[in-house]
């Protein structure tokens, strides 16, 4: 999966494709060494791309996985 990111201002944009059926599951960590990571959101895709839109956050730092089932 391609995950698309971007910033506008105060906003953190993260844009994928999806497939009708599948689960998708937006996660993040403040550091590698957190020992688990935090989920944001979880959507089902429908064939169409998705967008999240984020503001941005302390810390200016910040990792993110993408998960499908």
Do not use: H
């Amino acid at each position: 999966i391609s995950v698309g990111a971007g910033a506008s201002g105060d906003t953190f944009g993260l844009t994928f494709a999806t497939q009708n059926g599948l689960g998708y599951f937006l996660e993040y960590k403040d550091a590698l060494t957190d020992a688990t990571w935090q989920q944001m959101t979880n959507v089902a895709g429908d064939g169409n791309p998705m967008t999240f839109d984020l503001p941005t956050a302390e810390p200016m730092m910040r990792y993110f996985r993408l998960r499908v089932q």
